[in-house]
């Protein structure tokens, strides 16, 4: 098989609906490509987990996706949405159903936890001082935050709750899709497969469709429905993780056939 036929194959899917659809895209800085004909379909209601080698363009693909990188060529659809260039006010409107947790939370250092969860609403909405912060709390009880840290400021928390913070702003729209950058990074492994499993949980009660950039084969194992992987500037491969093993590529086949892949797929069947 060669790589494109691959990608079709293990991509064929029948009636699903693409809640993101990426064609052609080629992104650069300068003289320096990263991404070049990368085509990548997100179904809704899955955990798809983006993985790659550092430096491969996993952060840069998700920010393009949301608007904050614009790509040298391509196509990126979201909802129906032509992102790149679609009316100004579809843009717009279609921002409001995504929320974003950046690599290392991102939060705003000068507001609370609760202003920082208020922020969206803020942004997006017309809503009454009193609503925001009524729905601000729920957000961040709803990630499992004691409501003591409502009133706290990033640098009080500890990284496991930043994350938590970091991942209720993202909620606070009520987003259809949740964008995630290396989310259990930096936790212990206990913090991580907590946050895993709370990922697991919302997206279950609330329908989420979740891009999740990591290289935490825990989090592969445990949460994501598919893999895409990043390599050669492109989506070399993306299916179910248990094909992953059966791709012909030498960094596919070390991080998915190596002793850390073991352990973490034995762990993800004791659940
Ligand atoms: N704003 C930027 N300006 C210039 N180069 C960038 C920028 N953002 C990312 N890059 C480069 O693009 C490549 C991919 O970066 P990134 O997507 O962050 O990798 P990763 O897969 O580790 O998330 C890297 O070589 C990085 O240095
Ligand atoms: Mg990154």
Not at 169 to 186: C, H, K, Q, S, Y
Request: aromatic share 4%; hydrophobic share 40%.
């Amino acid at each position: 098989m060669n790589n494109d036929t691959q990608q079709a194959s293990l991509a064929a899917t029948t009636d699903r609906e693409a809640v993101i659809r990426v064609r052609g895209l080629r992104t650069q800085f300068g003289t320096q490509v990263v991404h070049e004909g990368l085509n990548l379909d997100v179904w809704r209601g899955e955990v798809l987990g983006i993985v790659g080698g550092s430096g491969t363009g996993k952060s840069v693909l998700l920010r393009t996706i949301v608007g904050l990188n614009k790509p040298a060529a391509g196509e990126i659809e979201v909802l129906g949405v032509d992102v790149l260039n679609g009316p100004e006010d579809d843009r717009r409107r279609i921002e409001r159903h995504w929320g974003v947790a950046f690599q290392d939370g991102a939060l705003f250092s000068s507001l609370t936890v609760l202003q920082n969860v208020m922020a969206p609403l803020r942004e997006h909405t017309g809503l009454s001082e009193k609503l925001m912060e009524s729905l601000g709390a729920l957000k961040i009880s709803l990630v499992g935050l004691p409501q003591l840290s409502c009133g706290k400021f990033p640098s009080e928390l500890s990284g496991g709750m930043r994350k938590r913070a970091a991942l209720a702003r993202a909620l606070a729209l009520d987003p259809e899709i949740v964008f995630l950058d290396e989310p259990t990074a930096g936790l212990d492994p206990i913090g991580a497969a907590a946050y895993d499993e709370l990922i697991g949980e919302l997206q279950q009660a609330l329908g989420l469709t979740v891009f999740m950039v990591t290289h935490d084969l825990d989090s592969l194992y445990a949460i994501c429905d598919r893999v895409a992987v990043l390599a050669e500037k492109r989506v070399l491969v993306e299916g179910p993780i248990e094909d992953m093993t059966k791709v012909d590529h030498p960094w596919v086949q070390e991080y998915f056939t190596g002793p850390r892949a073991r352990a973490a797929q034995q762990k993800g069947q004791n659940r």
